[in-house]
């Protein structure tokens, strides 16, 4: 799956970084939802600047058992379709670099 960004854990929980595709730049920050007040609602807000566009919540991996954290995006620039991502520990770095990969719809 291809990786439409970057982002690194702060101490926090919280992560910043960069999404990045043909037509987009755009820096991104991914904060604990401090609003939260059922399960069914998201563990995180997605901000670009004071923009919100999505949301993340944590998952638990059916195969290894591992919590990861689950993306919904949505933005004029996207079109009309939301954009569904999880955060994967990018492999020999840093353990609080993550890359944002892409889960096309179809």
Known sequence: ???IGYVTQAEDGSFTGQLRTL??????TIAF???RAN???PD????SGDVEIGAGWNRQSAASGHIYVSLS?????????RLYANLGR???EDDNRFAVIWNPAD
């Open 1 to 3: 799956m291809p990786a």
């Open 23 to 28: 037509s987009i730049r755009a820096e991104i």
């Open 33 to 35: 939802n401090d609003c």
């Open 39 to 41: 399960d069914t609602q």
């Open 44 to 47: 995180y807000r997605v901000y």
């Open 73 to 81: 995006l949505a933005a004029p620039e996207f079109g009309p379709r």
């Open 90 to 92: 990018v492999p020999g």
